[in-house]
């Protein structure tokens, strides 16, 4: 998860409990702080720590027991790498803590990709919210959530403000809906004329582009991330565990 620029509080209390596990403060098997001593120790709210404590969970970090409360697990074998996971990253992670604009957000033509992943037929019509991110000043990827219309509605997704809280806790608590997994996507091609002026590309480079999709339990479609990466300023890393 990217807890990059002026990370929000929740960001700031996982990278210290993240750093009290690695150095043993916290060992594996440990409990964690309650809640209450938390909130007393750093100053923060309850949703803060609520927050922090489920992105520690989701990471792998810590597990929690019914009945008996939160324990340590320790780093993650994979940690270092979680931020090669595109689709993870962006449902997860506030837009606030990462530099950007919203170019676009409101109901349009789906592209053919973007109506099959989300099942939405030949004509169909989807949401979107569209991003330039930014690094180092520097135009870095166009972002895109694309969403059925239904599950749009009533959220602040056509806000031009970046979301404070991540795209998957905001739908969550408006729509009611649980996300469980992500199936990733990834496309090489050449650039639109729309994306080459975006992102302030050199002339013949190829972009990447990460199509992920969120979806339940049921594996229904929920969102599709669109991630358009410049070839030149990026490279895709992944790792998993041998069965």
Do not use: C
């Amino acid at each position: 998860m990217s807890l990059e620029s002026v990370p929000p509080k929740y960001a700031q209390l996982v990278t210290e409990l993240q750093r009290r596990i690695e150095s043993g403060q916290y060992p594996p098997g440990s409990a964690m702080p309650s809640e209450h001593m938390l909130i007393a120790e750093f100053d923060v709210s309850r949703p803060t720590v609520v927050a922090a404590l489920r992105v520690l969970r989701d990471q792998g970090w810590i597990d929690s027991r019914q009945g008996k409360g939160r324990f340590v697990r320790g780093r993650p074998a994979l940690a270092s790498l979680e931020n090669a996971r595109a689709g993870q990253v962006r449902l997860a992670g506030s837009e606030a803590a990462v530099p950007g604009e919203v170019l676009a957000a409101g109901v349009v033509d789906a592209p053919n990709r973007v109506r099959s992943l989300l099942g939405l037929g030949s004509f169909g019509k989807a949401f979107l919210r569209r991003r330039l991110l930014t690094a180092d000043g520097a135009p870095s990827e166009l972002l895109s959530l694309w969403l059925p219309l239904d599950l749009a509605e009533s959220t602040n997704l056509t806000s031009a403000e970046p979301l404070k809280q991540g795209v998957r806790q905001h739908l969550e608590s408006r729509k009611g809906v649980k996300f469980d997994h992500v199936v990733e996507h990834i496309v090489a091609r050449m650039p639109t004329g729309e994306e080459v002026d975006a992102l302030s590309m050199r002339t013949g480079t190829p972009v990447l582009v990460v199509y992920a999709t969120a979806r339940d339990a049921a594996g229904r479609p929920l969102m599709v991330v669109d991630t358009v990466l410049p070839a030149d300023l990026h490279e895709l890393e992944d790792a998993y565990p041998l069965a």
